[in-house]
């Protein structure tokens, strides 16, 4: 099916299951614990070896020599890989390093050696027996030093420019210059990155933790010099990922490896060390905001520059794109610059650009309106704008970004605030309240899917679409009920079996509209398939489990009483994207408080107020906001990556020295979703909103801390160490 017009009166529109809060049907097995995750897979693989994960003591160089010997002679081992005996590897079309080292080494903990044995504790043992001698390089893993050799990335967004720039901004009467900097931040998901893979003849099945199916197949495929029609991923459940597990990892492909080695089933885990170390993270970035403005408040210019790094061959950490499309101003400018660093890899984390960019933008956006004496709110208002900026004639489909302000400020009592910093005391507490824009655009992928009726009424709902964690179950699942009119508990659904049709996959919050869409449109065709089976017109109604038409009715289920009926379908995008601006929105609203004494913060409440198409269930949009707004909080207050500039390793990498907030560090938290339909995005009308609740977060809640304490952070996170020296002297 071809989504090329807005869409128009449709079976979704009934709201007789979409759009209701559902809980999700897989929590019974996921607060029961019988969730089969990738590691905990027993049906179908007996006799699984256990495989140990060698990652490389040095960031940069080349591997001399490796002597497995005593290795392979510890008990219990079975085999031991190493890039010598892997065989000739390839390099997927997502990996920026490859996968297993040798004799180049790129990255600090890129795998070396994976030792498989009986038990894990044995392989693990016996890892450490391997003896490995590298010849060390000199790297770069200093973003600061390495920013003045930064080029234009290749293959990613370019400059843009509108208008001109330095004119506009040296004309305007109130001026902004200021340099923002966030730190490498690392997903730190519960469940690790985790497979079992195994080998029948020349067959590779791989139970995995993985967001994207179809893509991690076709570069296993491509690693291993395979047919992809030989290699099958399952991923029924995904323990989080936040981007993280978007791509092949290295522990998959060696499970694959040490399973062909060793001649049975193999399951690898990464160490938590390896997962900070040697799987992506999210990159640094240096950032340059400029903005003039009247003094009446209007922008006449903005500028953006960001500075990031990555390995040869990487991507830049887009954090300018968002000042592209967020607001007014004739004079416009961006620019991204990508430094090589032999770090481990940088790549996407949750709202990748738009969250780090707006951890500037937004702070600027403030300074700005305290140098005009504006509230931060109104400054927001007054600078909005219908179209593109950079091409006036392209309107968005939706945007309320200004409902999104004058709602959140309403709700959250923003006229309680004090202007001037400092005024407001509980206590020992310095109380602050702090505003942010909420900006990511609505991204659609193609999306297909296979629905199943059998004679006893029940709909089968099959495609790879994984569930990270999400409620992808749940709202496929209200998808189909609502199309073929039957209730939830006649619908099952079964998800992440690169055997299924291919779907958008989990990321960029482009997986829920899309993959519902590509159910829409299965259930399409089924709907055709059983009007014709029953001898009902095309337009039949289905409801109740009953099918109407033609002043007729027949159950559902007599449709596939000979034989089951199937159908499958894709949905695929025309150019509505190119005709609108399709983005979502929202506004964050924070209220924070500083011990006066200490620098110590806390966050006291938090209010989310996003637009986003249709909400296809309250309650897990609900969850996805919420749990993004925590990370907002991590990446303001705590979340650092700590960089060994000698050695070239990130310093923290487990849960005791990478901090994440718990549940005492967060306080209520309150969400709004407009009631919105975006017709240009998909049939479902709808638009993704886990990322959305991300973005802005950090910059509210730096925005508080220096409406309580007048002490403006620009470097993230804002810790205490931070704001001691500038903190108000209580002794005046």
């Known amino acids: 099916m ?39 897979q027993r049906e179908g693989i007996p006799n699984a070896a256990y495989g140990h994960v060698l990652g490389a003591a040095i960031a940069k160089g080349r591997i001399a020599s490796i002597d497995t010997g005593e290795a392979r002679r510890a008990p219990g ?10 065989g000739k590897l390839g390099k997927g079309k997502f990996n920026t390093a490859r996968l297993l080292a040798g004799p180049a080494v790129q990255h600090y903990h890129q795998a070396v050696a994976l030792v498989v044995a009986e038990t894990f504790e044995q392989a693990r043992a016996a890892a450490q027996l391997v003896r490995v001698k590298y010849v060390k390089e000199r790297g770069e893993y200093d973003l600061e030093h390495a920013k003045d050799k930064a080029g234009v990335p290749k293959d990613d967004q370019p400059d843009s420019k509108f208008g001109d720039f330095a004119k506009g901004y040296e004309a305007s009467p109130v001026r902004l210059d200021a340099r923002y900097t966030t730190p490498d931040q690392s997903h730190a998901m519960m469940e690790p990155h985790a497979s079992i893979a195994s080998w029948e003849g020349d067959r590779l099945t791989v139970w995995t933790a993985n967001q994207m199916i179809d893509w991690t197949k076709g570069d296993m ?15 029924p459940y995904v323990g989080g990922g936040f981007g993280g597990k978007l791509f092949l990892r290295a522990e998959a492909l060696l499970a694959a490896l040490g399973a062909r080695a060793a001649g049975r089933p193999v399951k690898v885990a990464l160490t938590r060390p390896l997962m900070f170390n040697n799987t992506t993270h999210r990159p640094a970035t240096i950032q340059r905001i400029r903005i003039g403005a009247t003094r009446e408040g209007k922008i006449t210019a903005i500028g953006h520059e960001s500075w990031s790094g990555d390995l040869p061959g990487g991507k830049p950490e887009t954090a300018v794109q968002q000042t592209r499309l967020l607001y007014a101003g004739a004079d416009r400018m961006t620019r991204t610059r990508l430094a090589v660093l032999d770090l481990p890899e940088g790549n996407a984390m949750r709202a990748p650009g738009e969250a780090p960019g707006l951890m500037a933008l937004e702070i600027a956006m403030d300074e700005m309106a305290e140098k005009l004496r504006m509230d931060p709110v109104r400054f927001r208002v007054i600078n909005d704008t219908t179209s593109d900026p950079e091409k006036p004639g392209r309107r ?38 702090g505003v942010a824009a909420a900006f990511r655009n609505n991204l659609v992928m193609k999306s297909a899917a296979r629905v199943r009726l059998d004679r006893s009424g029940v709909v089968t709902v099959e495609t790879d679409m994984t569930d990270i964690g999400t409620g992808s179950y749940t709202v496929i699942a209200q998808t189909a009920a609502e199309m073929m009119g039957v209730p939830l508990d006649k619908v099952v659904v079964r998800l992440g079996d690169s055997d299924f049709p291919v779907s958008a996959g989990s990321g960029g919050q482009w997986g829920a509209n899309s993959a519902t869409a590509g159910v829409y449109a299965a259930c399409v065709r089924l709907r055709e398939a059983v009007a014709a089976k029953l001898g009902l017109p095309a337009d039949a109604e289905f409801a109740d489990g009953q099918v109407r038409g033609g002043g007729r009715s027949a159950p559902l289920a007599r449709a596939a009483e000979a034989a089951e009926l199937v159908a499958e379908d894709a949905m695929e995008y025309g150019d509505l994207d190119k005709q609108f601006q399709q983005s979502t929105f929202g506004a964050h ?11 110590e913060t806390r966050v006291r409440r938090m209010l989310a107020v996003c637009a986003a198409g249709r909400i296809l269930n309250p309650k897990s949009a609900r969850s996805q906001v919420i749990g993004a707004m925590t990370m907002g909080v991590g990446a303001a207050l705590m979340e650092h990556l700590v960089v060994d500039k000698r050695a070239g390793y990130f310093v923290n990498h487990d849960l005791a020295g990478y901090e994440v907030p718990v549940h005492a560090d967060i306080p209520h938290q309150d969400v709004i979703f407009l009631d919105e339909t975006d017709p240009v995005s998909s049939p479902m009308k709808a638009k993704g909103v886990g990322e959305l609740g991300i973005c802005g977060v950090g910059a509210a809640v730096a925005n508080a801390i220096y409406n309580a304490t007048g002490a403006r952070v620009r470097d993230y996170p804002v810790t205490l160490d931070k704001l001691l020296q500038k903190l108000p002297d209580l002794t005046a």
């Open 589 to 599: 609203f924070v209220e924070a408080a500083v011990d006066a004494y200490t620098g």
């Open 77 to 86: 081992v079975l085999a031991v890989v190493t890039a010598a005996s892997a």
């Open 396 to 433: 968005f489909s939706q945007r309320r970004l200004v409902d999104c302000l004058r709602i959140g400020a309403e709700r959250f009592g923003w006229n309680a605030r004090k202007a001037e910093p400092g005024q407001t005391r509980d206590g020992r507490w310095l109380i602050g309240m």
């Open 221 to 235: 495929a491509k690693t291993l010099g395979i047919p992809k029609d030989k290699v099958r991923l399952v991923s």
């Open 2 to 40: 071809k989504f090329a017009t807005p869409a128009t009166t449709n079976p979704i529109d009934q709201l007789k299951v979409v759009g209701r809060t559902v809980d999700r049907i897989d929590g019974p097995l996921k607060t029961t614990g019988t969730a089969p995750y990738a590691y905990e």
